[in-house]
């Protein structure tokens, strides 16, 4: 069965039903939309049923609505007094239950007041004659009505972003404080602030709090109903899309401008120069001219959000934008950053993640604003267990303002990094890679008094570099997440009193002893990541441990041959990753108690192993029974991964070939992992292999900023 959610769009029906094959195997297609259009267009034959969902009936939402906007009275019974209005309210809702609890929940937190009602219902009034809303959007618009002025602006800012999106929380806090929309409070920074903003908008019901991965980056998104109520008010704070080709000039004031899919007649469109925000969504191709002319057009830019375009070429006129505080520039071409960069006095945010630079310019020392600098590269040559920073020049510790500096490398050329890091002391996020073991032990003594620290990568230059992370004197008590890459003698005594951390990843480590006793207790861990970080042939999960954790990866452990989980350990996992473990010839022992296991995933792992756990006659089925999605990845030719399910008919078929394939594999990657005796890096294709071999097939990868922000 195949379910398309949501359908707005008939051409994206028409293009998904010329490539799904029409031969009677009995399979089922599911369409939901709201649009009739869209209904008329599926609708083919009279085999095509079509579902109308009915709205509730008039009982029912009077329960609904009840059971929320009274639920502090005795049995949720509504007062006689707040009748009147409330079927009021309920008529306006029309039988739908997202309208009804979020007006429900909105009359929830005012006061029990016959004024305070009236109050909002004058408003429901007020928003069938001032927006031009269909349906129950109407009544949830008075949620917007009733939210103060500066959660207003930040709700409008969703009608920027495509439908749908899920936008990162970072991102968000970023954009609302380079808008001027983020109040100051004393003894918290704007990011609190922004943060707070979210909350109480998700609080209210005009936003979605979206689980990200297991602690690795925070979403949000709006319902559509809300996005069309925010698209609707949006136009009048100069907030303004220009979607494809069809673009007509607008002499109207616009603040905010976002562009979908081409750039083409955009600077003729729009004739007013006062833009402040431009934002690319889909652009595809993007010539030197354009960004040449957008800034010599539009000198008030404040805000440029350029990801996901293929840029190659910032051109110096950029310094001239001195009104600009949030430029990103992330998975972009870029190669170089013009040193006209240095003229942005007022920059807050400079975004380089994923680009093709190698160094910053000196010029960047000079953005005495700057709060965030986010970078990292590209190397075709790259060692093993080593990110790509970028290189940063003598100076930087003079940007006293700066609470994100990642990815850098540790070796500054003519300074020292370590004295520049001392004098940023608002530091809340650090990466550092290429470490050497030299730099390293004066490196985590300036770590251990940055009391403000909440995420730390540290990254090795090679697999003979030692992390001792004993130098870190004292705990990092606000620390959230941390990554380490690089070998470890032992585990400092202090990761255990680390009680806000949320994840955590250890790389190339090759602890010879089970580090799980000394992670065990961590209060807060969601997120566990176990990559070449053992050299051991057991690990044992007891009882009462990981209390919190939901992800646990466990890679390329190569000794490893048993695995035991007892009843009570790990209460909230959901998600087991194992492999490859060539030695590992049984399913983990204790598996059949993690009642809250939804995905259990080996890699490479032997025939044998995989026969175990086959649903007809396999020793090992029982154990594994009840997770709804068993999975095997398998590298194959062609350097990729192969995703077979549990139980699948040709699986077992395919086995044996695999079994050859994964055989070389272990072969040629146990070369790899001993590939720098020599002190030789690898080349381009070998990265590409390793980072295959990681989780780069099946979106977990620990050599991308997937688990940075």
Known sequence: MLVFDDVWNVEFWQAMKDALPDNDKGSRIIITTRSETVVASCKQSSFDHVHKLEPLSEAMCWDLFCRIAFQNEPESLCPPEFEQFSREFIRMCEGLPLAIVDVAKLLSEKKKKLSEWSRLLDFSFEVESNFHLTGASKILALGYLDLPPQLKLCFLYFSIFPKDSLIPNDKLYKLWIAEGFVQEKAGKTLEMVAEEYLNELIRRNMVQACEGFYELEKFCQVHDLMYEIARQKADEFGFYQI??????????????LSVYNSVESVLESVEDTRVRSVFLFNIDTLNNSFVINLFERYKLLTLLDFEDVPLELLPEELGNLFHMKYLNLKNTKLRRLPKSVGKLHNLQTLDLRNTLLIELPTEINKLQNLRHLLASGYDKKIS???????????????????????????????????????????????????????????????????????????????NHEILDLEAISSPLRFLQRLVLKGILLSLPNWIPSLQNLSMLCLSCSRLSYDPLEYLRRLPNLVS???????????????????????????????????????????????????????????????????????????????????????????????????????????????????????????????LQGIATNINDVQQRDIRLSFSYSDGEEETASTQNDINRLSFSSDRFSFFSDDIED
């Open 243 to 256: 979607q494809g080709h069809n673009n007509s000039g607008f002499a109207k004031k616009i603040r905010c």
């Open 528 to 654: 566990l990541w176990l990559y070449r970080a053992y050299d051991g042939v057991q690990l044992q999960f007891e009882k009462e441990g990981f209390r919190k954790l939901k992800l646990l990866v466990i890679r390329e452990l190569h000794g490893l041959n048993f695995v035991h989980i007892e009843e009570g350990a790990l209460p909230c996992l959901e998600e087991l990753r194992i492999g490859s473990s060539p030695l590992l010839n049984e399913v983990p022992s204790g598996v059949q108690h993690l009642r809250n296991l939804k995905v259990l995933a080996y890699y490479d792992m032997p025939s044998e192993f995989v026969l175990s756990m086959q649903p007809d006659g396999g020793s090992y089925y029982s154990i594994v029974e009840h997770v709804p999605s068993v999975l095997f990845w398998y590298r194959v030719k062609g350097r990729r991964y192969v995703l077979y399910k549990l139980g699948e008919p040709d699986l077992l078929d395919r």
């Open 384 to 462: 093993l267990v080593s990110t790509q920073g970028v290189r940063i020049k003598e100076g930087i510790g003079c940007l006293e303002n700066l609470q994100t500096l990642m990815t850098v490398e540790s070796y500054i050329p003519g300074s020292d990094l370590v004295k520049e890091l001392e004098k940023l002391r608002q530091l809340r996020k650090l990466g550092i890679s290429r470490l050497t073991t030299e730099v390293a032990s004066s490196l985590f003594a300036c770590i251990g008094e940055m009391r403000h620290l909440e995420y730390l990568s540290l990254d090795s230059m090679s």
